[in-house]
């Protein structure tokens, strides 16, 4: 069996990698290193069974030939992030929709038996409904948010128009160890732990009342396999998500240290909450890795961040601007 993961050198692509070639698969791997890191994969570094090839999804003949002879596809690379999205709507538009249609392009073409897409919660933007269901309004907030919609209105509809067999997972707040810790500022986790490195106070949103559905990464990467493995995945989209909410509040009480608040921003919902009842019940699916787990986890490979930009409530003032400018309206 052969699977293909792109966005492999990213994140979650690399815990996926890793479990991928724990079950004696083979692997390729396309990154463009935008985000991803090769020092992800450092560890799985020349394993027989994985190739690693950079290229960019945008470009489809730059990545149509690695298709060939894949079984699995797992359609994980995107641009993430809220900030730059506002800022380069085209670049997400690029890697986000054009890579995504070039992704299913390339799987038709080569016969891909299945494909499982990482798409977003980010898609529900504020709901009325917690914990929200799959079948609640899509309301997205910004470009980062709309464009992975599109991608998996692509996604579906290549199962529809021609069959491909594909499933749509929505990830619900992804957290733990290789979380992005260069460039932009973005997720909470490596906000917080590099901050906690340099001995700085942890800058909270608002009243850190607010709640995320942290999904540990290792239980996101057991759903998309079991999608991949699972002929009733087909065609359709499930929320992958803890099964709870925690508070801001309550984070910072498991890292411990000092906190300072930053202002609350435009358009962010007071709380993410996925409900599992579909993926649970069709899937057979359940989060494994509690909150508390997790984030001792992060604690314990807390030198990842020893690089990242250490945040403080200037330095996110000035990068979150554009965020108040558009969204604040
Ligand atoms: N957050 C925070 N301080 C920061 C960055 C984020 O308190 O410096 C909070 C933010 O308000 C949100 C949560 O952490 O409630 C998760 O933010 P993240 O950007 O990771 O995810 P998203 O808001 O997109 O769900």
Known sequence: ??????GGCGFIGSHLVDALLDQGMEVVVIDNFS?????????????????????????????DAFFEGVDWVFHIAALADIVPSIQQPLNYHKSNVDGTINVLEASRKAGVKRIVYAASSSCYGIPDHYPTPEGSE??????????????????????K????????LRFFNVFGPRSRTSGTYGAVFGVFLAQKLAGKP???VGDGKQTRDFTYVTDIVDAVITAAKTEAAIGQVFNVGSGNTYSINRLVELLGGPVTYIPKRPGEPDSTFADITR???VLGWEPKVSFEEGVEQMLAHIDYWREAPVWDPGSIAEATKDWFKYLGK
């Open 1 to 6: 069996m052969k699977a293909l993961v792109t």
């Open 138 to 159: 899509i309301r997205p907030e910004y470009p980062y948010a709309t464009t992975k919609w599109i991608g998996e209105q692509y996604v579906l509809n290549w199962h």
């Open 202 to 204: 942890f800058t909270v």
């Open 161 to 168: 128009v021609y069959g491909l067999a594909t499933t749509s």
């Open 279 to 281: 993926i649970r019940e």
């Open 35 to 63: 985000t991803g890191r090769p020092e992800n994969l450092e560890h799985q570094k020349g394993h027989p069974k994985l190739s690693l090839h950079v290229a960019d999804i945008g470009e489809y003949g730059a990545i």
